[in-house]
T-cell receptor, first 113, second 113 residues
């Protein structure tokens, strides 16, 4: 069974641009969560999608948004990029929303210059 | 305000001995706890979880203990092996996945030969 797939693995963008990251969950998993990892803040929850609806949202500005498609694949978008958005963005999939184990992808390393 | 704390940034243990990683939390609403292991340039890998209705869960060499009154959990690895060298994250969530997973900042475990 394939794991969580995130594309692209690496990305370099310029300040002010926007970026879209993609996540394909494990087959059969319907919940997708996104996390940001930085050296200073560690792993921080961005948002979670289940059945194409955002169920939870972390404490991030509105420049961070996401969506989920009917096949459970998810995308997250960051607009008006800032240098501080440079981070590893991790996607995790779970069977369902709630207290189930989350399985992570390898992440997308975003560098904003 | 950090709701999940891993106070030891690093821990060095001799191969074959027991590794004990600790985690404290402040949010009494957390009722599900997980441990993840992370190698550089990879996403976190799920290790073991425990529900608040239990005080111990065991899976092979890994055992997680939960002390609800102290708001403390620990991960025991016995015996420690070189491949266990990684960063270990403690994570917690509330019932229904209200706010996704809240992670600690991690403990870097180094297994020495």
């Amino acid at each position: 069974k394939a794991g969580v797939t995130q594309t692209p693995r690496y990305l370099i963008k310029t300040r002010g641009q926007q970026v879209t990251l993609s996540c394909s969950p494990i087959s059969g998993h319907r919940s997708v969560s996104w996390y940001q990892q930085t050296p200073g803040q560690g792993l921080q929850f961005l948002f979670e999608y289940f059945s194409e609806t955002q169920r939870n949202k972390g404490n991030f500005p509105g420049r961070f948004s996401g969506r989920q498609f009917s096949n459970s694949r998810s995308e997250m978008n960051v607009s008006t990029l800032e240098l501080g958005d440079s981070a590893l963005y991790l996607c995790a999939s779970s069977l369902a929303w709630g207290n189930t184990e989350a399985f992570f992808g390898q992440g997308t390393r975003l560098t904003v210059v | 305000d950090q709701q999940v704390k891993q106070n030891s940034p690093s821990l060095s243990v001799q191969e074959g001995r027991i590794s004990i990683l600790n985690c404290d939390y402040t949010n009494s609403m957390f009722d599900y706890f997980l441990w993840y292991k992370k190698y550089p340039a990879e996403g976190p890998t799920f290790l073991i979880s425990i529900s608040s209705i239990k005080d111990k869960n065991e899976d092979g060499r890994f055992t997680v203990f939960l002390n609800k009154s102290a708001k403390h959990l620990s991960l025991h690895i016995v015996p420690s092996q070189p491949g266990d060298s990684a960063v270990y994250f403690c994570a917690a969530s509330e019932g229904g996945g209200a706010d996704g997973l809240t992670f600690g900042k991690g403990t870097h475990l180094i297994i020495q030969p």
